[in-house]
Nanobody, 127 residues
Framework: QLQLVESGGGLVQPGGSLRLSCAAS????????VGWFRQAPGKEREGVSC????????HYADSVKGRFTISRDNAKNTAYLQMDSLKPEDTGAYYC????????????????????WGQGTQVAVSS
């Protein structure tokens, strides 16, 4: 059974850090690119970052560039999103997703071609 399970969310003060994990099972993880998306209350879901199937290529939304780092460990079937210097506007539900296109460049922040999604993990940045 194919699964993506996010973890690592929580409440953090502005300027703090969190590391999200996306554990995959039930499919050949290293064939798939991974994207992280988020949805703030009352807003549409947006792409945050993405990484190619082999981990060589990454891309970030301008709003998180320099603060977030995406990575993956194909041996562990897990992708990560390291979030530093968190701001209140980073608050929302964070989702990981995978797509069978190994890498499609900067368009990877568009969610239309992602095949499978996790259930999300909540991130709240507040003092």
């Amino acid at each position: 059974q194919l699964q993506l399970v996010e973890s690592g969310g929580g409440l953090v003060q502005p300027g703090g850090s969190l590391r999200l994990s996306c554990a995959a099972s039930g499919f050949t993880f290293n064939y798939y690119a991974v994207g992280w998306f988020r949805q703030a209350p009352g807003k549409e879901r947006e792409g945050v970052s993405c990484i190619s199937s082999n981990g060589v290529h990454t891309h970030y939304a301008d709003s998180v560039k320099g603060r977030f780092t995406i990575s993956r460990d194909n041996a562990k079937n897990t992708a990560y999103l390291q979030m530093d210097s968190l701001k209140p506007e980073d608050t929302g539900a964070y989702y990981c997703a995978v797509e069978s296109i190994g890498w499609r460049g900067e368009t990877c922040l568009g969610e239309e071609t992602y095949d499978y999604w996790g259930q999300g993990t909540q991130v709240a940045v507040s003092s």
